[in-house]
C-alpha cells in the first residue's frame, strides 16, 4: 500500500439526440471557428478528461452519419422527439441494464464544446457514489453534472425537458460545488454565432 486511493472511476454521458430546432440545421455536425465539428469535439474532450464514454443519439442513427471517428457506446434514444430528461433517462438505464462499473455519471451536452480539460479533472476528483458535483462560475452553476451511482435509479425515470432539475432539488443537501475559473461550463451553442465561442 502506498497510501494513495484509486481515482473514482467515472464514465461520461454525452446527450446529442436533440433536433437543434433554433440552430436551424443539425448542429452537432456544424463546423466551430477553428474548423472542427461540434460533437466530435464534446466527445474528444469527454474521452480525455473520463473512463468511458456512453452518448445519447437520436433514433436509427449511427455513429457513421454523425461524423463520429471512433464511436464510443451509442444509446438510441427511444423515439424521434424527446425531451432532455427522456434522453438523459434513456443513458442512464442503458448504465444501469449494462451493470456499467462506475461510482458516477459526467453527465455532458453534445452542444458544450469548450469545456476545460482541468474542470472535468477537478470534477472527478471531488465524485463519490454518494454525492452530485457541480461545476460553478462567477456564481453561475454549469455542466458537467456528476451524479453519484445512488443517484441512476431516479435519472433513470425522468420524462420530458426538465432534464435533472428536479433530482437535483430534491437533493440539494447531496450537492457539492466546485468553483472553477472555466466560462465554458456555461456556454453552450444554440444557434450558428454561437460558434465563435
Known amino acids: 500500500m502506498n497510501g494513495l486511493s484509486e481515482p473514482t472511476r467515472i464514465i461520461a454521458l454525452v446527450l446529442a439526440a436533440g433536433h437543434s430546432r433554433r440552430f436551424g440545421t443539425d448542429k452537432r455536425q456544424a463546423r466551430l471557428a477553428d474548423g472542427r465539428p461540434l460533437l466530435s469535439t464534446t466527445l474528444a474532450l469527454a474521452t480525455r478528461c473520463f473512463a468511458e464514454v456512453w452518448i445519447v443519439v437520436r433514433q436509427g442513427e449511427r ?6 471517428g471512433h464511436a464510443p457506446h451509442v444509446v438510441q434514444a427511444p423515439s424521434d422527439a424527446i425531451g432532455l430528461g427522456t434522453s438523459l433517462a434513456s443513458g442512464v438505464s442503458a448504465l444501469l441494464e449494462a451493470q456499467a462499473d462506475a461510482a458516477a455519471v459526467a453527465v455532458m451536452l453534445g452542444d458544450m464544446p469548450w469545456i476545460q480539460p482541468a474542470t472535468c479533472q ?7 457514489a454518494s454525492r452530485i458535483v457541480r461545476p460553478r462560475h462567477t456564481g453561475q452553476t454549469g455542466h458537467p453534472v456528476l451524479f453519484g451511482r445512488q443517484f441512476w435509479p431516479e435519472l433513470a425515470h425522468l420524462r420530458g425537458d426538465r432534464g435533472a432539475r428536479d433530482v437535483l432539488k430534491t437533493h440539494a443537501d447531496a450537492c457539492d460545488f466546485i468553483d472553477v475559473d472555466d466560462p465554458g461550463i456555461l456556454l453552450d451553442i444554440d444557434v450558428p454565432a454561437d460558434l465563435n465561442g
Open 122 to 128: 477537478a470534477l472527478a476528483r471531488a465524485a463519490s
Open 63 to 68: 455513429p457513421a452519419e454523425l461524423s463520429i
